[in-house]
């Protein structure tokens, strides 16, 4: 009995053509590009409120600033008054 060649199986997806196709960056950055224009949060996906990030991690991003440059003081900016407003999360 004579084997066969088998082929090997294929495991690639259908390639993505948009705008950030052909630009000289990386891969992930790419992703960041199509969430932001999507808008929604360049790190997990929910929706934005800033520019890249959802509140969560617009959040984040002013206190690593702050902490990084040595502020003291807590400007009255966009993070503090959506996080004022947003619905308090029950925790237990």
């Keep these: 009995m004579k084997k066969k060649k088998s082929t090997p199986p294929t495991y690639t997806r259908k390639k993505i053509v948009d705008e950030f196709t052909d630009l000289p960056i990386s891969r992930q950055q790419k992703w ?22 959802c509140l969560k991690h617009a959040i984040a991003n002013r206190e690593w ?3 990084y440059s040595g502020s003291k ?20």
């Design 32 to 53: 960041q590009l199509r969430r932001a224009k999507e808008g929604r949060c360049v790190i997990c996906g929910d929706k934005k409120v800033t520019a890249w990030h």
């Design 65 to 67: 600033a702050r902490k």
């Design 73 to 92: 003081r807590r400007n009255k900016t966009l993070t503090y008054k959506l996080a004022a407003k947003a619905p308090k999360k029950a925790k237990g």
